[in-house]
Structures are given as structure tokens and as C-alpha cells.
């Protein structure tokens, strides 16, 4: 296990990382921001702590082993960002009246490539399918391991929310 670090320094590396090599990837969260994020080569869990829409704190850290619950998720559907083009588009649309139309077309937009940051901003895609992010309501289900990192990671956030914004902090805790 590596150390407990601040998510404002883990996620611009788990970023960097899903530039670098964008297959393989798979997102795993909570409604009260928890998250485990699954790269090809590594493995994070996080807890997040939101400031606005746009912006959060909190605390994370790399895994730095493979387990049963990590090997079950990384089963699950590749996330990435696929463009849409308009043909996309108007064939969702157009299936919105009959579901069971869309699911081929759903599952060959899920089945390509999923596309780099960068790369996106090479091309002239206005519409994108992001995910899947598979959610659960609470990681305590899923391992004891998960469950105990998930609780320390909990009093780690609230620490450096506490530390960096007091006064919002005291308002809520």
C-alpha cells in the first residue's frame, strides 16, 4: 500500500495516466464520493469531497496490490470518452421509441476506441458518450480491505478539508 495523498496531487496523474493509455480504464463510485478508479496498470481509490460542481478536495492513494473485488471490477465495461458523431445521434433519437433498437447501436459506440484527452481537442467532436461509471451505494460491501481503506481515506479528507478550508468546514462539520 502506498501512502494517503491529497486527490489534487493523485488525479492530475491518474489523468496524465488515462492520456498516456486511454483503454482499459473502469470507474467504480458512490454517491458520497467515493471512487475507485481502475487503469490498465494500476489501481486508486479516492475519496472526494466537493467544493462546486467543478472542484473537490479529499484524500487517495494508489493500490498497490491485485485483489478479488479489483479483478471482478476490472469484468466490468471499459470507460472512456467515445466522440458522437451526428449520425450517433439522430439513430438514438430516432430509437428513443423503440429501446430494444438502440442497443446495438449503443454497444458498438461502447465498443470503440476510447479517445485521449488530447485527442479529442485534434478533432471536431461536439458530443461525447462518457462512461460507464458503475455506482454502488457504499464500498462496505465489497471487501474488508475496501471498507477499512475506505474509512481511513474518509478521516484523511476530512483533514485536509478541515486544513485548507476552515471556515467551509466548520460550516458543515
Known sequence: MNDVEPVEDIVPR???MYSDKPRGWRVLSTPKGDMLVLGPDSAFQLKLIPLNPSEFTGAGMELSKSSRVLDQIRRSPEFGLRPLFDSDIEKLLRSIST??????????????TPLSPVELARTDTTHLLTGPVLTRPD???????TK?????????????????????AGMYF
Open 99 to 112: 429501446p430494444d433498437g438502440a442497443l446495438p447501436h449503443l454497444q458498438s459506440i461502447i465498443k470503440r
Open 14 to 16: 491518474i489523468l496524465q
Open 139 to 145: 464500498f462496505h460491501t465489497l471487501s474488508s480491505e
Open 148 to 168: 477499512r481503506l475506505q474509512q481511513s481515506l474518509e478521516r484523511e479528507a476530512m483533514e485536509t478539508f478541515r486544513r485548507r478550508y476552515p471556515m467551509r
